[in-house]
């Protein structure tokens, strides 16, 4: 699972692509020892928390959440990274499981 819920949030767990040709969310992936990751890709670079402030903005415009509720938790200077989404975890859950369902 690419997320896990929490008391008042959903960590979700991203592979980050900085310096990339635009700004997307590419679905799920598995790793080879079985984590799955939410791919995503930004613009910026990853210098001085450029890319982690873009995946943030990112995050919070697909999901329709403000900005402030969107924060990266762990992984700050890795391509692997944990993000706090808060937020009640049920509704957080329903709403990521539709954006990456294969029909989207």
């Known amino acids: 699972m690419y997320f896990r819920k929490e008391r008042d949030s959903i960590m979700l ?3 980050l ?3 990339s040709a635009k700004d997307a969310i590419d679905g799920v992936e598995a790793t ?3 984590r799955a ?3 995503a ?3 910026a670079v990853p210098e001085d928390g450029k890319a982690n402030a873009a ?3 990112l995050l919070a415009k697909w999901l329709g959440l403000a900005p402030r509720n969107v924060s990266v938790a762990s992984g700050t ?3 692997l990274k944990q ?4 937020g009640d975890p049920e509704a957080l859950a329903l709403k990521l499981a539709a954006l990456v369902s294969p029909e989207n």
């Not at 993000?83 to 808060?86: A, D, K, L, N």
């Open 83 to 86: 993000v706090r989404i808060s």
């Open 55 to 57: 995946l943030e903005k």
């Open 37 to 39: 990751y939410m791919k």
């Open 32 to 34: 080879g020892d079985g």
């Open 17 to 19: 692509t900085p310096k």
């Open 77 to 79: 200077t890795s391509r």
């Open 13 to 15: 767990f991203v592979r």
């Open 41 to 43: 890709r930004v613009r």
